[in-house]
Each structure stands twice: as C-alpha cells, then as structure tokens.
C-alpha cells in the first residue's frame, strides 16, 4: 500500500479532543465516525499520548482504515476514513 501525504488528506469533519484526557478523544471520535459518509475522512485532534495508540486500534476492530498521525505543535492530528 503507498504511503499517504496526510497533509493532503480531503476532511469531512475535525474533532477537537486537545482539552480531554483518555478516553475523551477515542468517544469523540466514535461520534464524529457516525456523521460522515462510507469513504470520508475525520481528523482527531489530540494532546493525549493515548490516543495514538488508542484509535488505530478501534478503527481496525469496527471497520475503519487508520490513515496516520502528524504531529503538531502539543498535538497530534489523526486520520480515520470511514469503512462502514
């Protein structure tokens, strides 16, 4: 599989988790998942360690691709397409 340039990934949606310790960001991406669309992207945005870890796992269990992290200034910004 090629890697993706997430600084290009097309957002459907941004969840701003930055003020929530685990498992704040996993449930609010779990909501924000639930609004788009089969093939659209949500962007986690995270100061929580965890959550790197936390989410690709879920995503893979439910059924969503884990597209990546980027780091940010305090914060990490995560991709989730949704699978189904």
């Known amino acids: 599989m090629a890697e993706i340039d997430l600084t290009k990934v097309q957002v ?4 701003d988790a930055r003020g929530s310790a685990c498992p704040g960001p996993l449930l609010e991406a779990k909501k924000a998942i639930g609004t788009v669309a089969k093939g659209q992207t949500i962007e986690v945005l995270s100061g929580d360690a965890s959550t790197k870890k936390d989410l690709p ?3 893979q269990k439910v059924g969503h691709q884990f597209l990546g992290a980027l780091e940010a200034d305090g914060y990490d910004r995560l991709f989730i397409t949704r699978g189904r």
Not at 12 to 15: C, D, M, Q
């Open 12 to 15: 459907s949606k941004t969840v």
């Open 57 to 59: 796992l879920w995503a």
